[in-house]
């Protein structure tokens, strides 16, 4: 019964290892879900005010180099 015990103490503390893993893996994720979506509204502006002939400041723009 005490190996029994043992033994599931041991699945159970891998099992939070994951878990713990797992929850920083979807944290990373989502920080980089949420820079790529700032930058697809960005992308938008830039397309919208394209489109209706605003002048666009260059020095606002990153070259293509970067």
């Not at 019964?1 to 944290?27: P, Q, Y």
């Not at 979506?37 to 293509?64: D, T, V, Y």
């Amino acid at each position: 019964m005490e190996s029994r015990i043992s033994e599931l103490e041991i699945k159970l503390g891998l099992a939070e290892d994951h878990l713990e893993a797992l929850n920083r893996t979807v944290f990373r994720q989502q920080q980089q879900i949420d820079i790529l979506q700032a930058q697809i509204r960005e992308l938008a502006k830039l397309m919208h005010s394209a489109e209706l002939g605003e002048p666009r400041n260059p020095a606002e723009e990153i070259p293509p180099h970067y």
